[in-house]
Structures are given as C-alpha cells and as structure tokens.
C-alpha cells in the first residue's frame, strides 16, 4: 500500500477509515431525522495536526476543513491548497479571532463563524473594504453563558445580529454554538436553531465528535468534527 510508504502511513489508513465511518454516521443521523443527508456538512477539524496527517484526508475526498488559530491555519493552509484545483477547499475559522487579524482571517478562511463582538464586526467590516474576497460570516453564541467562552449572549444574539447588519454592514448567513462540556447538549443546539429561525439563517454551526448526530437531529447544516477522524490530539 502506496500509504504505508509515507510518514504516518498506518495513522493515516486508520484516519480515511475514521472519516469513512463519521460520513455514514452523518447520513444515518440525517435520514432518521427526516433530513437530507446533502444538507449536512462535514467540517474536519484539522487543528494541532499537521500536513502530512490532512493529506489522506483530502486524498479521501474530504474538502472542508475547520482550523482554531489563525496563524497555524496560514502556516498549513496555502500550500495544501496549491495542490488542489482553485477554490477546491473549504476552510473555516472556529476559534476565537482576535480584530487585528481580521484581514489575514479574511484571506485565507471561506468561513468565519465566530464573529462575536462589535469591535470584531468593526474590524471585519473594514477588512472586507480591502478586498474583494468575500467570507461567510457566523455569529458564535455563547448559549451556555459561560463566562470564559467566547460567544455572544444568548440574550444580546437578536440586538447583535441587527447590529451587524445595521451598524456595520455586515451578511452574517448562520449560528455557530459549543456547548458545556458537562450536562445535555440538546437545549443548546435547540436555542442555537431558534435563534437561527428567527432572523431566517440558513447555516447552523453545532455538533462535534461526541454529539453530531443529536446537532444533526436537531438541525445542523454543519457539524465540526475532529477527533473523531483524525484521532486525540496530543
Ligand atoms: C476542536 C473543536 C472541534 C472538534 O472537536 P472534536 O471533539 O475533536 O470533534 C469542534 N469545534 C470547535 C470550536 C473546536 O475548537
């Protein structure tokens, strides 16, 4: 096997087989569901692994990969994109991001989805006046109000999202939540998906590798998947 010549060729093998696993899961949740398997989006989440670990996972067919900091995903991310036809990869930003680097998050990442805060929107505004790309935007909601996790309030969501369109000019298209380690997932994917209903976003953030298949039931567009194909990170 052509894999096992290369570095990690055994963990890589074990990753496809992973990520195999997780996509039948995601079409199994989405049909007993009553959804479209297609309206549900695999994000890998590629964090802490490096090149040599995303290449099978991409050689898989896999196309849209999630990273948490900014300066790890520019340190991996254009050259596995070199490789791959233009536009072929997704990628997008799920870790907090800091509004001095909004215009390098807009450069590389296709989706934003942790847009949280008015002086983030302000930065993101301007950054978008300097180019012609064009991320999608997410507002991230802190919807176990945590008071070390990032995210909107769940209560401050409907006057921030209005901010974002109003104030800064901003097309925000979906929600994105991370729910409390401990205690049930379900009320914050279900207060997630009626934030979302409300202002009409079609694009709904929430599931990982121990909950995706309850995200899905209850309406998730994209779940972030990691461990779960490419293995505990160190
Ligand atoms: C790391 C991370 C994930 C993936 O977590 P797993 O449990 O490894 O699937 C999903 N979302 C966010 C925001 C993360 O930081």
Redesign the pocket.
């Known amino acids: 096997m052509a894999d096992q010549d290369e570095p990690g060729g055994d963990g890589a093998l074990a990753a496809v087989r992973r990520l195999a696993a997780v996509r039948e899961r995601i079409v199994r949740a989405a049909r007993d569901g009553g959804r479209d398997p297609r309206k549900v989006t695999l994000?890998a989440?590629s964090?802490t692994f490096d090149a040599a670990a995303i290449a099978p996972i991409l050689r898989a067919g896999q196309r849209v990969f999630?990273e948490?900091r900014v300066q790890e995903a520019i340190a991996k991310w254009p050259a596995l994109r070199q490789r791959q036809a233009p536009g072929d990869i997704e990628l997008h930003l799920?870790?907090p991001l800091q509004s001095n680097k909004a215009l390098e998050a807009v450069g590389l990442f296709d989706v934003i989805?942790?847009v949280d805060r008015a002086k983030l929107a302000e930065a993101l505004a301007a950054a978008l006046r300097k180019t012609a790309r064009r991320p999608r935007l997410y507002v991230q909601v802190n919807t176990g109000a945590e008071p070390q996790k990032s995210g909107v309030q769940p209560e401050a969501a409907d006057a921030f999202l209005a901010a974002c369109r109003d104030r800064y000019g901003l097309e925000i298209s979906g929600l994105?939540c991370?729910p409390p380690v401990d205690g049930q997932v379900s009320p914050h994917f279900a207060l997630l998906a009626k934030i979302a209903a409300r202002h009409g976003l079609g694009d709904l953030?929430m599931g990982?590798?121990?909950d995706?298949e309850l995200a899905i039931q209850l309406g998730a567009t994209h779940v972030?998947?990691?461990?779960?194909?490419?293995g505990?990170?160190g």
């Open positions: 994000v989440i964090k999630g948490n799920i870790g989805e942790t994105m991370i953030s990982m590798s121990a995706f972030r998947v990691g461990s779960a194909i490419f505990e990170r």
